[in-house]
């Protein structure tokens, strides 16, 4: 039924740009062609498999190649990618692109803009409100990123938008842990007013077809619906946004309902800016959904069950030009809601502070996080460092970071530190060192020694190159920052933009 | 499943690269000409920016991110070039790649640094993915009056917004300007 509404919807939609083919289209009538993109090709000799008993290096070969063709009010794109490996049988099962060899089309799709309407076929990402009933996006933590293959189409009709789409979509890490491809069918639709007195009012539907990780199953299914209102600077100060939402997931039969409730109010009052969030999910957790954290965009956070508030006091407060943060959350389990786990309640203390200062040739950032779970007794901690000092005439930096997670489960203490030495300069490239100690008293000691130059011969040619090790996670080097899986050897990258 | 993905999921997917496709080759047999970059995105209150519209201005477009720690080295710099060359014709579009779930998190965070250029927001990251799948940020757009791409820019290093302040006055039409900029005399363009 949900997808004869979506069905409708779309043929409601696509009959929208006839009327509106000669409304005013901010001078996007010109109707020559234009051709850019991207080619990326890395080269990895990968010593990541030696830990594995019988393990053994093998060699990669990735090139991607996109290419994106505007013409008139339309665009098309391909990203056409090409794996090729040494030996297929030695590959890490921790490498996600061990599912796919050869060639690739890996995304191509045909967009449709206009005044009043949108379309958008072929493969995209998407997310719904806050990410609460739907969210499809690339996975950073792995580096791999598998879109909807379906359509997507927008109507704006005043003070009305109106959105539809389906498709399909591969779940990455369920595909490599199971070691066959797994595609789900998702369809949906939000809506979203503009009230008077900048107030606003929404909603969305998701329906989802999640095939079983059982063989022989039939498929998990997902409903999911959300309701939003909010309002754009409120006496001037005050921006709101509250966003509820239900969902029933049936799995092998047996049909779990839960919720999802945020509502965040922010308000910036001279130099200081106070940002206030309340959570509240219950058995919300499913594959396409990431509601909002309440929280450091820098922490994991899990979205099953929790709940309860926090607040973040930002910005340059003693009016010396140092921006500070600062923010305090005191989340809990749900107690009474008959939890599978027995739980009696799990709090958990969050608080982080830090701050940013720009003085002449120095910039330096710094920060602590800290989170105590009451009842377990597991505590976690974060610290960043880092400096930057512009030298030779303000084309040459010296940098320097430190990155620190240290993890106390009470029987068991994990500490993974991370430093870089860097010097870049603008604007030929960088050099950058790394060294990472992951610290598990349970395990043992590992260290990671790396080095990676990157060279700019031209401005839209990139070539770069690792050897070494990394553990994997957020790496900042060379004046870019990427989320990067673990790796061991070397890494050859050739970037060119036209 | 494996009936419908075989019935179903193939040959729907199939279809849907053989029509991009042929799309793409039919388009690359005639792009000679120069048609205009196009974008359209929501700002952090709900409205909806569409980079047609400012056809006519030069366009630099910012990817960043609120994680991003070479992004708030470089926006600050980006706000001081934008206050300065605004009324010649210069447009900053700040475009934050943060997942939806931030949402509620960037317009305090830009309220900290005072940001006036616009700031719109690529939740999905379809916009980002299109000019630079691998995702490095911060990721620069330089765009003419006519809409053309004219350059992209991979990270920030010290020194950077020098070069994009030279490309920037080229395109604004300074030429003397830009090259006291690169002749290494600063405030040449500004006092002109």
Request: contains cysteine; negative net charge; aromatic residues 10%.
């Amino acid at each position: 039924m949900s997808r004869l509404v979506i069905a409708a919807l779309l043929l409601v939609m696509a009959a929208a740009p006839v009327r509106g083919e000669d409304g005013d289209d901010g001078g996007a009538e010109d109707r020559s062609y234009r051709l850019f993109g991207t080619w990326n090709v890395t080269w990895e000799d990968n010593q990541t498999a030696e830990d594995d008993p019988g393990g053994e290096a093998y060699q990669k070969l990735k090139s991607l190649l996109n290419l994106n063709l505007l013409w008139w009010r339309m665009s098309a794109g391909v990203q056409l990618e090409y794996l090729d490996y040494s030996d297929p049988e030695l590959v890490d099962p921790g490498d996600l692109d061990r599912l796919r060899e050869g060639f690739e089309l890996r995304k191509y799709w045909i967009e449709y803009l206009s005044d009043p309407f949108d379309a958008r076929l072929g493969t995209f990402f998407t997310s719904f409100g806050h990410g609460m009933t739907l969210y499809v996006q690339k996975n950073d933590v792995v580096g791999f990123d598998e879109p909807i293959h379906g359509g997507t189409a927008t109507l704006s009709l005043g003070r009305l938008e109106l959105t539809a789409l389906g498709g399909e979509v591969s779940e990455p890490l369920l595909s490599n842990r199971f070691g066959r491809e797994f595609e789900d069918n998702l369809w949906g639709s939000t809506a979203r007013i503009e009230l008077p007195a900048d107030l606003y009012i929404g909603g969305s539907v998701v329906g989802a077809e999640l095939q079983s990780i059982y063989p022989d199953q039939d498929d998990d299914e997902v409903d999911v619906w959300a309701v939003e209102a909010g309002g754009v600077e409120l006496g001037g100060v005050l921006d709101v946004h509250a966003e509820w939402s239900e969902i029933e997931q049936t799995e092998r039969g047996r049909t779990e309902d839960g919720h999802g409730g945020y509502l965040a109010l922010s308000s910036t009052m001279g130099p200081v800016t106070l940002l206030g969030e309340y959570k509240d999910y219950w058995n919300f957790a499913y594959r396409y959904n990431n509601p909002p954290t309440a929280g450091s965009t820098l922490e994991q956070y899990a979205h099953d069950d929790v709940k309860g508030p926090r607040l973040m006091v930002s910005g340059d407060i003693l009016r010396t030009g140092t921006r500070l943060y600062g923010s305090y959350g005191d989340f809990n389990t749900h107690r009474d809601e008959g939890s599978l786990g027995g739980t009696e309640g799990d709090q958990q203390l969050e608080w982080y502070a830090g701050l940013e200062e720009t003085a002449g040739p120095l910039y330096l950032e710094a920060s602590y996080f800290s989170r105590d779970w009451k009842d377990r007794g597991v505590t976690e901690e974060h610290i960043i460092a880092d400096v930057h000092i512009a030298t030779l005439g303000g084309r040459g930096d010296v940098s320097f970071g430190y990155d620190s997670r240290l993890e106390d489960l009470g029987h068991a203490t994990s500490d993974l530190d991370r430093t870089y030495l860097g010097f870049s300069l603008s604007p030929y490239g960088s050099v950058t060192a790394r060294y990472a100690r992951d610290d598990k008293s349970s395990v043992g000691t590992e260290d990671f020694w790396g080095g990676e130059v990157e060279f700019f011969p031209i401005r839209d040619i990139t070539i770069g190159l690792f050897i070494g090790s990394d553990p994997g996670g957020l790496v900042c080097s060379g004046g870019q920052c990427r989320i990067e899986p673990p790796f061991d050897g070397m890494r050859a990258r050739f970037a060119w933009r036209f | 499943m494996g009936d419908r993905d075989a019935l179903a999921s193939a040959p729907c997917r199939r279809a849907g690269r053989a029509a991009v496709i042929g799309f793409l080759l039919l388009g690359l047999a005639a792009a000679a000409g120069a048609g205009q970059q196009d974008f359209k995105l929501k700002d952090m209150d709900g409205n909806a920016f569409r980079l047609a519209d400012h056809r006519g201005e030069v366009v630099y477009v910012t990817f960043w991110a609120t994680w991003c720690v070479p992004c708030r080295r470089e926006l600050p710099l980006l706000e001081s070039m934008y206050a300065e060359l605004k009324d010649r014709g210069l447009l900053v579009i700040g475009v934050n790649t943060d997942p939806a779930a931030n949402k509620s998190k960037i317009k305090p965070f830009v309220n900290q640094y005072k940001f006036s250029f616009p700031t719109v927001l690529d939740p999905d990251n379809n916009v980002h993915d299109t000019y630079n799948p691998t995702r490095e940020l911060p990721y620069g757009l330089l765009i003419d009056r006519e809409g053309n791409l004219h350059k992209t820019y991979a990270g920030y290093r010290t020194g950077d917004e020098e070069l994009l302040r030279e490309d920037i006055l080229k395109l604004l039409g300074d030429a003397e300007g830009a090259a006291g900029a690169a002749a290494g005399e600063p405030g040449a363009a500004q006092d002109e």
